[in-house]
């Protein structure tokens, strides 16, 4: 149980970098932010990455991983409360339905939830809900 809560931290946090904000073209600054990662009843995990505007994809993103595939739905909708995001996708035998909200001034700074529910369950789990923050830095070193 443990393994899997790592490595789907782990996974959204090499993911992460490709969400995309609420900024004018639903991209988010080009550069180096700061993201954390919480998965509910779980340590925080941060890091730094550098992300270029072209390649942000915040569906992709909620989705999972590189070990994702067949990816039948990713959306995402702008409005007032900022990016809602849906997306699903394959894991292994598993089908990944992920959705979520992201929000703030997203050149600067965003927050949200991202809920991933697994069917059948992939081990074991058929829930896993993470909040994520990022933080801008400046440009990439």
Same mark, same amino acid.
């Given at each position: 149980?443990?393994?899997?809560?790592?490595?789907?931290?782990?996974?959204?946090?090499? @993911?992460?970098?490709?969400?995309? @904000?609420?900024?004018?073209?639903?991209?988010?600054? /080009?550069?180096?932010?700061?993201?954390?990662?919480?998965?509910?009843?779980?340590?925080?995990?941060?890091?730094?990455?550098?992300?270029?505007?072209? /390649?942000?994809?915040?569906?992709?993103?909620?989705?999972?991983?590189?070990?994702?595939?067949?990816?039948?739905?990713?959306?995402?909708? @702008?409005?007032?409360?900022?990016?809602?995001?849906?997306?699903?996708?394959?894991?292994?035998?598993?089908?990944? @339905?992920?959705?979520?909200?992201? /929000?703030?001034?997203?050149?600067?700074?965003?927050?949200?939830?991202?809920?991933?529910?697994?069917?059948?369950?992939?081990?074991?789990?058929?829930?896993?809900?993470?909040?994520?923050?990022?933080?801008?830095?400046?440009?990439?070193?």
């Amino acid at each position: 149980m443990q393994q899997l809560l790592r490595l789907t931290i782990i996974v959204f946090m090499v @993911t992460a970098p490709t969400l995309s @904000t609420a900024a004018g073209d639903g991209a988010r600054k /080009s550069g180096e932010w700061e993201i954390s990662v919480t998965v509910k009843g779980q340590s925080t995990f941060t890091s730094k990455v550098c992300i270029d505007a072209a /390649s942000d994809d915040i569906a992709a993103a909620a989705g999972g991983s590189t070990a994702q595939s067949g990816c039948e739905e990713s959306s995402t909708e @702008t409005s007032a409360q900022g990016i809602t995001i849906r997306s699903v996708c394959k894991q292994g035998n598993s089908t990944v @339905t992920a959705a979520g909200t992201l /929000s703030g001034d997203l050149d600067t700074a965003y927050q949200g939830v991202v809920v991933k529910n697994y069917s059948p369950p992939l081990y074991g789990r058929t829930e896993v809900q993470s909040t994520v923050e990022g933080h801008y830095l400046g440009d990439c070193s």
